[in-house]
């Protein structure tokens, strides 16, 4: 059963067979987990050639492969490097195509760990970086220098999820030869796909619903055929690779991703939609909510929402945010996401500068996780009691 039978069918079928072929090894459901540095060759012309499948551990194994030409299928991508972190998956790309002199363009509603690298590591380097306005849209023309190489993207944002026009900024960027990136973190291959829309490399925290339990780091990045070759010779020679337990545990996760996103997706909407009542509610920052500013882009683009988003409380600040986490008792106070278990963390929106926006309280990120939703609104209308108290 090669990724090709599979073509064309439901995604929930494609998640239960994609990446490895069970009659490639004996018949067992899941690719072996092969632990590896040295692979041995039969006699020294096949070593001197490099004349088979494996070399050595840091180029690939079964498993790893087994993950690749899953998110290849789901991505449509020409390949996929495996990092050993989300942040890695975004910091892999980054090397790859930028150079000192360069120019980058990256959305000013990042991930702040991307941030951070940029204004760190890039900036060493000699690499120059402009934070644009996440809805920038078409406009991103008129940032484009002779020497921009990269544009970074990531919608919905992280933390206040505004959903970016990726086609517009994707057409304007390859019409002046950038390369065009997207961290798709929140949408999974299964609700957006980048590449279909102009982008070049789709990037994913796989510690997030790919992997889905809290356990696991690691990263992927999914390039199309023009950027494939330079994004690979680029992890190999930076001795990039992943782990085969975290590789394998990945695997087993896309295998129920559907059911969980579906789920997750729909409890976080149900529960938007009753936060969007509730007093001491300023607004919600879900894009699926007809309220939300980036609603009509995130309809023409996105196959269905994902189970993470904000509120803003009416008023207050970091005691109010901090009486509504502290009355909080199934909600864990955690970073990261895409568990089973629901999240929530006061957001802190520091180094933001042309999207910095202005608030009416302090902004509270919430994961659903799949708690059963009346449970979960209880302990959030606890929260927010509590917050209310703080006020008066
Ligand atoms: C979590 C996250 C990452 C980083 O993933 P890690 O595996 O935690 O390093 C990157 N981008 C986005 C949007 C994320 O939410």
Not at 149 to 157: C, L
Not at 196 to 211: E, F, N
Request: a negative charge; hydrophobic letters at 45%; charged letters at 15%.
């Amino acid at each position: 059963m090669a990724n090709e039978t599979f073509t064309g069918k439901g995604v929930n079928t494609r998640l239960a067979h994609l990446g490895n072929d069970p009659r490639g090894f004996h018949g067992f459901i899941h690719p072996p987990v092969v632990h590896a540095s040295t692979v041995l060759f039969p006699d020294a012309a096949t070593m001197a050639g490099r004349a088979q499948k494996y070399t050595y551990g840091t180029h690939g194994t079964p498993t790893t492969d087994a993950l690749t030409a899953a998110l290849d299928a789901l991505e449509g991508s020409a390949g996929t490097v495996l990092t050993p972190s989300g942040l890695a998956a975004v910091t892999v790309p980054l090397l790859a195509f930028l150079s000192a002199g360069d120019h980058v363009l990256i959305t000013d509603s990042v991930y702040h760990p991307t941030r951070r690298f940029a204004d760190t590591v890039l900036a060493r380097m000699g690499v120059e970086i402009t934070y644009y306005d996440p809805l920038v849209g078409a406009g991103i023309a008129g940032l484009m220098k002779p020497n921009t190489k990269v544009v970074f993207t990531e919608s919905p944002a992280s933390n206040t999820f505004e959903v970016q026009d990726v086609p517009a900024i994707a057409r304007e960027a390859r019409a002046r030869d950038a390369v065009v990136m997207m961290d798709n973190t929140w949408a999974t291959p299964l609700l957006f796909r980048p590449l279909d829309h102009g982008v070049d490399i789709s990037i994913h925290a796989l510690t997030k619903y790919p992997a889905g339990h809290s356990d696991v780091l690691l990263g992927s990045v999914s390039a199309n055929e023009r950027s494939w070759g330079r994004l690979h010779a680029a992890s190999e020679a930076l001795g990039n690779c992943a782990a085969p337990d975290d590789s394998y545990q990945a695997l087993r996760g896309l295998r129920t991703m559907g059911v969980r996103l579906a789920r997750h997706g729909e409890a976080a909407l149900d529960i938007a939609r009753w936060l969007e009542g509730q007093p001491g509610v300023a607004r919600v920052l879900h894009p699926a909510l007809e309220s939300f500013p980036g609603h009509a882009l995130w309809k023409r683009d996105f196959s269905g929402s994902s189970g993470i988003f904000s509120i803003v409380l009416a008023g207050g600040g970091r005691q109010e945010a901090h009486a509504f986490l502290d009355a909080l008792s199934i909600f864990g106070l955690g970073y990261s996401w895409g568990g089973y278990e629901s999240l929530a963390v006061h957001v802190n929106l520091d180094g933001r500068t042309v999207g910095a926006g202005s608030w009416e309280g302090p902004i509270l990120r919430l994961q659903i996780g799949l708690e059963d939703v009346a449970d979960l609104k209880a302990d959030i209308a606890a929260g927010l009691a509590a917050a209310a108290m703080t006020r008066s």
